[in-house]
Nanobody, 114 residues
Framework: QVQLVESGGGLVQPGGSLRLSCEASGSIFSISGLGWYRQAPGNQRELVAVIGNGDSSSYADSVKGRFTISRHSAKNTVYLQMNTLKPEDTAVYYC????????WGQGTQVTVSS
């Protein structure tokens, strides 16, 4: 069993920054492959960023250069640093990990608005 708990969402003005955290617990073995997805109203859930082995990571084109995914392995925690936020980044952000089945966190709301 895997548990994922997100935190760090909120309301921010355009151009601002937020940092999301996802703490994983349970039978995870490692946090490699842990990713962030987001879902805006009326839209499908989309991949934002995923962290691989070592320093590898990948990003959606829409967030490249603005978002950074990182890890603290000892804490089984992955972070998503979001800079230069835009209104179109508004969504519920979910942490995801696949370990035979999909595991999802409860989601955290990010609202970018003036």
């Amino acid at each position: 069993q895997v548990q994922l708990v997100e935190s760090g969402g909120g309301l921010v003005q355009p151009g601002g920054s937020l940092r999301l955290s996802c703490e994983a617990s349970g039978s995870i073995f490692s946090i490699s492959g842990l990713g962030w997805y987001r879902q805006a109203p009326g839209n499908q859930r989309e991949l934002v960023a995923v962290i691989g082995n070592g320093d590898s990571s990948s990003y959606a084109d829409s967030v490249k250069g603005r978002f950074t995914i990182s890890r603290h392995s000892a804490k089984n925690t992955v972070y998503l640093q979001m800079n230069t936020l835009k209104p179109e980044d508004t969504a519920v952000y979910y942490c995801h990990l696949w370990r035979g089945i999909d595991y999802w966190g409860q989601g955290t709301q990010v609202t970018v608005s003036s």
